[in-house]
């Protein structure tokens, strides 16, 4: 809704969709195979930060991502045991063959590692499911290492957008609103720019949110303090 006569995102966001949208981008990421061109990590991210803002529930949110990683990954997993090498001819996958050796090599080097640390980053997050399933891994052995990773990147990617909400708060109220956003703006472009450059370096805006969120909360906390 509106906020000191100005439209606040955060706030006019019905808790519903919000929810909807980042535990769906999540779900789908892996089990449908929109995390190569949708940035599921990036939504969780700004979930955090309007949990950070009351208009979302923080606990909700952490078993809300933990879940749809979950059981997007394991349909994932399925959706490849079952179709296998047509998975891998799929339009999504097509532009990015070489990547998809790269992970097909990693997953049988690796094996349930790989499922984890697949976790971290966006492109793998979203294919080592549907290889994992297409290469027969047993589920049990996929569902372990799925489940570790899933826990510990949802509630991290969660938990980082949530205090970099908080730093926001805290600029807001030390220094106002005006000065608050300003500032928002000032380190977001910059931060912004440099992941632009990352990106042309071969990464993806998703793999940076780690990063990012961290940075956020440096530079706030400092205008801070």
Same mark, same amino acid.
């Given at each position: ?5 100005? !439209? =606040? !995102? ?16 999540? !779900? ?44 997007? =990954? ?131 805006? =998703? =793999? ?18």
């Amino acid at each position: 809704g509106r906020r000191g006569g100005g !439209w =606040d !995102w955060r706030r006019g966001v019905p808790g519903r969709v919000a929810y909807g949208c980042v535990g769906g981008l999540v !779900w789908g990421g892996a089990a449908v195979g929109i995390g190569v061109v949708l940035p599921g990590g990036t939504a969780v991210w700004l979930g955090g930060v309007m949990a950070a803002r009351h208009h979302l529930s923080l606990s909700v949110l952490l078993v809300l991502v933990v879940a749809a990683a979950i059981v997007g =990954d394991s349909v994932g997993y399925e959706v490849g045991k079952i179709f296998g090498p047509r998975l891998l001819a799929s339009r999504p996958l097509h532009k990015h063959q070489s990547k998809v050796a790269g992970a097909q090599r990693f997953l049988r080097e690796r094996g349930g590692g790989a499922v984890f640390l697949g976790r971290f980053t966006a492109f793998l997050r979203a294919v080592i499911p549907g290889l994992a399933g297409a290469s027969q891994m047993p589920y049990r052995k996929f569902l372990l290492f799925n489940a570790i990773g899933a826990a510990i990147w949802g509630s991290g990617a969660v938990l980082l957008g949530y205090f970099a909400g908080n730093s926001y708060a805290r600029v807001e109220k030390t220094l106002g609103r005006g000065t608050a956003v300003f500032t928002a703006v000032l380190v977001l472009g910059v931060l912004g720019a440099v992941l632009v450059a990352r990106h042309r370096r071969g990464g993806t805006a =998703d =793999d940076q949110v780690w990063v990012t969120a961290a940075q956020v909360r440096a530079v706030v906390l400092r205008f801070a303090a």
